[in-house]
């Protein structure tokens, strides 16, 4: 088993005013040759925008693009027609393909949104754009490891993307005990990152917001230190 650690204070980090971001890999402004992608995750922004700001219309190409509020409201738009408000408990996935012009932004007069922001590099280049949403707030069972992003159509519950790649986020209880299995034995590792809470994964405390890396095995254990809201990617490698 190998591990790469990416705490919460060694991320990018940058306070634009109306937005705070901080960049778990090189993103913008923020380069760090240590620091380009855990396999095919790209990028893992942890964004905060003020009421009434956001991202206005900018284009996307040949990325699958995850988005996964967590607090407030994220309104979406593109130049495919979507137009959504999503909040805390749902997710939205986009695949840019051969370009896609979007925006996101606040859509509270008095609240901040917070939201992670995903990258993963596809498997195929310039396919049709598409964007789904869906609420995963009830597929989490408290104390499982409950999978909300997959390969493909159909292959599981939630959302699917063009990579062998899975998302799953665990809402975990203080002392309850945690073995992640491998969704596939093809993958090349999976980045945990902590949303809330402090946990221990094979001996290495993580706490909020932290990220690590682990490849090269098929399965880890996860210890819970203290109520906890963790994300698993797994992702294959890419060349």
Do not use: C
Not at 13 to 29: C, V
Not at 38 to 46: I, K, Q, S, Y
Not at 114 to 139: C, G
Not at 190 to 213: K, N
């Amino acid at each position: 088993m190998k591990t790469v650690l990416h705490k919460a204070n060694t991320r990018g980090h940058f306070d634009h005013g109306w937005l705070r971001t901080s960049h778990t890999f090189s993103f913008a402004d923020y380069y760090n040759p240590q620091r380009i992608n855990f396999g095919a995750l790209r990028v893992l922004n942890d964004d905060s925008i003020d009421p009434g700001t956001g991202f206005d219309f900018h284009p996307h190409k040949n990325m699958e693009i995850v988005s996964i509020p967590l607090s407030g409201a994220l309104k979406h738009g593109d130049n495919m027609g979507n137009e959504t408000v999503l909040h805390q408990g749902e997710i939205q996935v986009m695949s840019a393909g051969t370009g896609v012009v979007h925006s996101e932004h606040n859509a509270s007069a008095d609240k901040k949104t917070d939201f992670l922001q995903i990258w993963v590099i596809p498997d195929r280049m310039n396919v049709t754009p598409r964007y789904e949403t869906a609420r995963i707030s009830n597929l989490i069972r408290r104390n499982e490891i409950t999978t909300i992003v997959s390969p493909y159509p159909g292959t599981d519950r939630g959302l699917w993307i063009y990579q062998q790649a899975w998302f799953s986020i665990g809402e975990l209880t203080k002392d309850s005990d945690h073995i992640y299995h491998f969704r596939s034995p093809h993958s090349f590792g999976v980045y945990i990152f902590v949303i809330e809470g402090t946990v221990v994964v094979e001996g290495q405390e993580l706490q909020r917001r932290d990220g690590q890396g682990i490849y090269d095995t098929q399965t880890f254990g996860i210890k819970i230190k203290e109520d906890a809201k963790v994300l698993f990617i797994e992702v294959p490698a890419v060349e």
